[in-house]
């Protein structure tokens, strides 16, 4: 599979520009609004059969439907929002994903259960829906037979914009989309999707944490991390990695936040020592500095000698 990370992208800008400016008017209470109604998002391209199906999957009858808020997802969105980072064989000429979200209280943070979806794993969407700006959150994604599923996270984000009544930041979306896809990619190269998880998580969590920006600082995190991790990456994959990490570098993301968001994942780096700190990383590079300081101080010394 051939990655299009750098493909389209100022249509997907202009698309996650459109999905962060949704929004639904103010209500009374937003809190009542998001605790106590669950919002579903639906491929429009379901035929009956297809969404008899998908409604059994998320535990959602055609009668509760009545008293939820639908939105529908059509193909034409999904290659908008994917087109940049992904084949057109693993997007498809039907919108089939489907997704029902329902917002939980603080501390809860985001849990996600998949049906009938191969490509895409639990884990990946938790931390690319915490990456969107989404929380507290219980998630069920499905379709209507065996389907890749990274077109759900476009249904869920608009589902959970459409639930909080407020619009996720477009640069933060961009960033969710291609790190769901960059995870399943490296995910399918390695054979372990859970080792892809894991790596990404570390290494964003470095990158937040210390507020790394410098593109040599980026990919000294990502050659620590892998290696931790005892992960071997081509020079594609860590290119494709640092561009995911530059661009989440600037996202005004809390470090405390994504992990309480995505407690499993971050519970199982614990004890790994990935924890990166930015004196960490300068120091690293003080260490090549001062390689150098002593290498020219050995040349100066030695041509002094001669002339002594």
């Not at 407020?166 to 640069?171: K, N, T, V």
Request: charged content about 20%; overall charge negative.
């Amino acid at each position: 599979m051939k990655a299009k990370w750098r493909k389209g992208a100022a249509i997907t800008l202009s698309a996650v520009m459109t999905l962060g400016m949704l929004a639904v008017p103010a209500m009374a209470s937003a809190k009542d609004a998001v605790l106590n109604k669950p919002y579903v998002s639906l491929g429009a391209d379901l035929d009956g059969n297809q969404r008899a199906t998908v409604l059994e999957l998320l535990g959602v009858t055609e009668e509760e439907l009545q008293g939820y808020t639908v939105v529908n997802i059509t193909n034409e969105e999904e290659h908008q929002y994917l087109d940049a980072y992904l084949d057109y064989s693993l997007i498809g000429d039907q919108a089939l994903s489907s997704a029902l979200v329902v917002g939980k209280e603080s501390g809860y943070g985001i849990q996600v259960t998949t049906q009938n979806i191969s490509y895409c794993t639990v884990g990946m969407y938790q931390n690319a829906l915490a990456t969107a700006g989404i929380e507290n959150a219980d998630i069920k994604v499905a379709g209507p037979a065996k389907i890749s599923g990274p077109a759900a996270l476009i249904g869920v984000m608009k589902a959970y914009s459409e639930m909080t009544g407020e619009p996720l930041q477009a640069e933060n979306v961009e960033a969710a989309t291609q790190e769901l896809v960059t995870t399943s990619q490296i995910g399918d190269v390695l054979g372990d999707t859970e080792q892809a998880e894991n790596l990404i998580a570390a290494i964003k969590e470095a990158i937040v944490a210390s507020g790394i920006d410098d593109p040599e600082k980026i990919d000294e995190i990502i050659d620590k991390a892998s290696s931790e991790l005892h992960i071997t990456l081509t020079d594609e994959q860590k290119q494709q990695i640092k561009d995911l990490m530059e661009k989440i570098s600037n996202l005004d993301l809390n470090v405390d936040d994504l992990k309480a968001q995505v407690q499993g994942i971050y519970e199982k780096l614990e004890g790994m020592d990935l924890n990166i700190t930015e004196e960490d990383v300068q120091g690293f590079f003080a260490q090549i500095g001062n390689w150098f300081s002593n290498v020219w101080t050995q040349i100066t010394d030695w041509f002094s000698g001669l002339f002594k």
